[in-house]
């Protein structure tokens, strides 16, 4: 996470990517 730009942008683009892939598959390959 950087600062609060790239903080917000971070925890939106992760919550984008698990509403739009399931959490095995997204979680196993994002993280």
Same mark, same amino acid.
């Given at each position: 996470m950087? &600062? /609060? &730009?790239? /903080?917000?942008? &971070?925890?939106?683009?992760? @919550?984008? /990517?698990?509403? @739009? @892939?399931?959490?095995? +598959?997204? +979680?196993?390959?994002?993280?």
């Amino acid at each position: 996470m950087l &600062d /609060r &730009d790239g /903080r917000v942008i &971070d925890l939106n683009e992760s @919550a984008k /990517r698990l509403l @739009a @892939a399931p959490p095995n +598959a997204g +979680a196993g390959r994002s993280v």
